[in-house]
């Protein structure tokens, strides 16, 4: 299985900061990366598909960017209701992995 | 407004059975693949398993590979998850979603239905 990996697990920011999660695949699985937010009680929600493709209906301070085994996810400035946990997941094949998660707390 | 509503979660001993039920609406149920993923209390989030558009083909996770069973029923617009020998570390909240297609993204989801596998 293709293992993600993602940094930092914990994430302290204030309102206004540029933020940006890292994903790293055990190896390549070209642009197959979708990012998802999730907060407590909830289900996920995607925010970006195809490493880079802004989900329909997800403001653009959220952007993606990377390609093979390595990504970023980058919030340009954060908004109270962006507190919350980070997934990256790749679907390079039926072998569907999730990073461990990012928590995204109010510092 | 698309839809995926679970049920048929509950509490189940160690070595039984257990099927949860992922009911749609809002869009052309027979054309899309659908997944269920699972996470465990205080955990990240696990892929289950895959059954495409028409039921052809379904993949599991090693985790519960010849313990799980997905199918679909089109004419109820129905995805069941059919769980066998459950383990402890089964226990999760489980969620259904929908595969976007081509974006290889889970746009939909479900709100999710806990198992809770305990003697």
């Known amino acids: 299985d293709i293992q993600m990996t993602q940094s930092p697990s914990t994430l302290s920011a204030s309102v206004g900061d540029r933020v940006t999660i890292t994903c790293r695949a055990s190896?390549?699985?070209?642009?197959?990366l979708a990012w998802y937010q999730q907060k407590p009680g909830k289900a996920p929600k995607v925010l970006i598909h195809k490493a880079s493709s802004l989900q329909s209906g997800v403001p653009s301070r959220f952007s993606g960017s990377g390609s093979g085994t390595e990504f970023t996810l980058t919030i340009s400035s954060l908004q109270p209701d962006d507190f919350a946990t980070y997934y990256c997941q790749q679907y390079r094949n039926y072998s569907i992995t999730f990073g461990q998660g990012t928590r995204l707390e109010i510092k | 407004q698309v839809q995926l509503v679970e049920s048929g979660g509950g509490v189940v001993q160690p070595g039984r059975s257990l099927r949860l039920s992922c009911t749609v609406s809002?869009?052309?149920?027979?054309?899309?693949?659908i997944h269920w993923v699972r996470q465990a209390p205080g955990k990240g989030l696990e892929w289950v398993a895959f059954i495409s558009y028409d039921g052809s083909d379904k993949y599991y996770a090693d985790s519960v590979k010849g313990r799980f069973v997905i199918s679909r029923d089109n004419s109820k617009n129905t995805i069941f998850l059919q769980m066998s020998s459950l383990k402890p570390e089964d226990t999760a909240v489980y969620f259904c979603?929908?595969?976007?297609?081509?974006?290889?993204?889970?746009?939909?989801w479900g709100q999710g239905s806990l198992v809770t596998v305990s003697s």
């Open positions: 809002g869009f052309t149920f027979s054309s899309y693949s």
């Open positions: 190896q390549s699985i070209s642009s197959w």
């Open positions: 979603a929908r595969d976007s297609g081509w974006e290889r993204s889970f746009d939909y």
